[in-house]
């Protein structure tokens, strides 16, 4: 295949993702609302071109079909990015293809597949996992869309994960819908890792938590990047995890995976209550707490701190 893609979004993940296909031999075309990102991230590659509007990014691209992977934050706007009155769709022509590769709900990917079909316009719903670190190198990757899609365009998949980190899974939605699931179980075990070290830090016995973590991540059962990241998380801000909240941010999935579920008529009490207690902690911080924000710091990149700027 002819290794030229079109970007839009270059937060967090999408940067990693552009440098990445550059490093990897693509023709990389980027567009972020903020244009002074893109500039500022094309000026380090020379394969890489930043553009003011995504009708002059979708103009630069020379192959056919064109191939434009979209990674910006779930909800209004990916519609906007794909079907406002400067969107990708009324831009691009029959046989182009839409990654998009946000965090969307699985539900809204049916809609914009139609939508797009209409104008000829492919789709394929792509959920990356990894964080901003898997994204510059090498991510996991779950793929939904047709099979025919996916074959054709595997080399862009194999360019961007670890050795065998991507799979696809057949229908629109189903890429999304296994992210989704994967970020429901990350709030579970997130949880019970936050549960199980503030036990030992109310203990009696005054454990040196980062030695705890370090020896639970030296072959014992529950080995991990949780327990790594967690275990660098105590090296970086110490064990008392002072400056980070213990109020909890969180995203859509964890819902969106309990919602799924009941409709189903299928039960979910440990990713249901660990979605809960991050509604909760907004107005009870806890050690727990603290210990999840410093797992969402390590691997996503989130901003944790109780205060930004200390």
Not at 156 to 180: C, Q, S
Request: with cysteine; hydrophobic share 35%; net charge negative.
């Amino acid at each position: 295949m002819n290794k030229e893609i079109g970007i839009i979004g270059l937060g967090k993940m999408g940067k990693g993702i552009a440098s990445q296909l550059v490093e990897k031999g693509w023709i990389v075309h980027v567009y972020n609302r903020t244009v002074e990102k893109s500039h500022e991230l094309a000026a380090e590659f020379e394969s890489m071109s930043a553009y003011d509007t995504i009708e002059s990014m979708i103009a630069g691209i020379s192959n056919s079909p064109k191939i434009i992977w979209v990674m910006v934050p779930a909800g209004a706007v990916v519609d906007e990015t794909l079907f406002g009155d400067h969107g990708a769709s009324h831009y691009l022509q029959d046989g182009d293809v839409v990654i998009e590769a946000g965090n969307s709900f699985y539900k809204d990917d049916a809609k914009r597949a139609e939508k797009l079909a209409e104008k000829g316009i492919q789709f394929i719903d792509a959920g990356v996992s990894g964080g901003p670190n898997g994204a510059r190198n090498g991510a996991c990757i779950m793929v939904g869309g047709s099979k025919r899609l996916f074959k054709e365009y595997e080399e862009l998949y194999k360019d961007l994960t670890i050795e065998g980190g991507y799979a696809h899974f057949e229908g629109i939605g189903a890429g999304h819908f296994v992210k989704m699931v994967h970020n429901g179980i990350e709030y579970g075990m997130m949880q019970a890792i936050g549960e199980g070290f503030n036990v030992m830090k109310k203990s009696e016995y005054g454990l040196d938590l980062k030695e705890v973590s370090r020896i639970y991540n030296t072959g014992s059962v529950i080995e991990s990047r949780l327990i790594g990241w967690l275990e660098k998380a105590y090296q970086e801000w110490g064990v008392e995890l002072d400056p980070i909240s213990g109020s909890i941010s969180h995203s859509g999935e964890g819902k969106w995976t309990v919602e799924a579920a009941e409709d189903m008529g299928q039960e979910v009490p440990v990713i249901k209550e660990s979605y809960e207690f991050r509604v909760k902690s907004a107005d009870n911080p806890s050690y727990t707490g603290q210990v999840v924000s410093a797992l969402r710091g390590q691997f996503g990149g989130h901003p944790v701190k109780k205060n930004p700027k200390s």
